[in-house]
């Protein structure tokens, strides 16, 4: 049975490794990952800034997903599985415990830069591109990232204004 609990201190290393195993599963160039080792690291200090959610099984941390809060727009920061539990529905419950978390506190949209692996499964579930972010790596000085937002009160994506 799977739980999701708050993260506590004691979760960053953990938390750090899941971030790390699941965007080398993608098949990334090794220089890539060492340089995007600093933002995959889950920081203690980061706890108080963001809400950061673990899914366990038998208490063991499978994945997370780290939510930078806003008046009206909330962030995922991070959304992480473990490779050996991708494609089992975590990552769908994670996705749906946090926007309901933004809900309840007063978001009116969640948004993303997805990885490109990962923007698929944010517009499966309702999110559309807004904008492009730039996401710069050695090969690929003009690489970006999709933008994505979800409305988090109409079900429907486009953002009311």
């Known amino acids: 049975m799977m739980i ?30 060492e340089g995007w080792q600093d933002v995959l690291t889950i920081k203690p ?3 108080s800034d963001w809400q950061i959610l673990v899914a366990e099984i038998d208490a063991a941390a499978i994945g997370f997903v780290a939510l930078a809060p806003g008046p009206e727009v909330w ?6 599985v473990l490779p050996s539990h991708m494609g089992q529905g975590v990552g769908r419950i994670l996705f749906d415990v946090a926007l309901q978390l933004a809900r309840d506190k007063g978001a009116r949209c969640m948004e993303i830069d997805a ?10 579930c309702g ?6 972010t730039a996401a710069p790596v050695d090969t690929d000085p003009q690489r970006t990232l999709p933008r994505l ?6 079900g429907i994506a486009k953002l009311d204004t």
Do not use: S
């Open 45 to 47: 200090t980061q706890l």
């Open 149 to 154: 937002r979800l409305n988090l009160h109409t």
């Open 115 to 124: 990885d490109p692996n990962a923007a698929g499964f944010y517009r499966q």
């Open 4 to 33: 999701i609990r708050a993260a506590t201190v004691q979760d960053c290393a953990r938390l750090t490794q899941i971030a790390r195993e699941a965007k080398a599963h993608w098949g990334y160039a090794q220089r890539w990952l």
């Open 127 to 132: 999110a559309f591109e807004i904008c492009r």
């Open 75 to 80: 962030t995922i920061e991070h959304m992480w």
